[in-house]
C-alpha cells in the first residue's frame, strides 16, 4: 500500500515560504510589499493565510501533484 505524500511536501513547502515577514509581508506597515522585514501584523497573517488556502488549492486539486512511496 502506498501513501501519497505530494499534498504533505507542497503544504509544509507552502506554508514555510508563505510565513508573512519571511520572504515578503502583503500588506506592510508602511507600504503595501515589504521584502524580509520579519514583521507581521493581524490582516498580513490573513492575507498570507488566503494566499496559502488558493495556491495548495490549485497545485493539490487542479495541478495534481502526487508523490507515491511504497
Not at 7 to 36: D, Y
Request: with cysteine.
Amino acid at each position: 500500500m502506498s501513501a501519497d505524500w505530494g499534498p504533505v511536501i507542497v503544504a509544509v513547502i507552502l506554508f514555510i515560504l508563505l510565513s508573512p515577514g519571511l520572504l515578503f509581508q502583503l500588506p506592510a506597515r508602511s507600504r503595501v510589499v515589504e521584502f524580509g522585514n520579519m514583521a507581521t501584523s493581524g490582516i498580513s497573517i490573513l492575507v498570507h493565510a488566503i494566499l496559502y488556502f488558493c495556491i495548495l488549492t490549485i497545485l493539490i486539486v487542479a495541478v495534481g501533484i502526487h508523490i507515491h512511496v511504497s
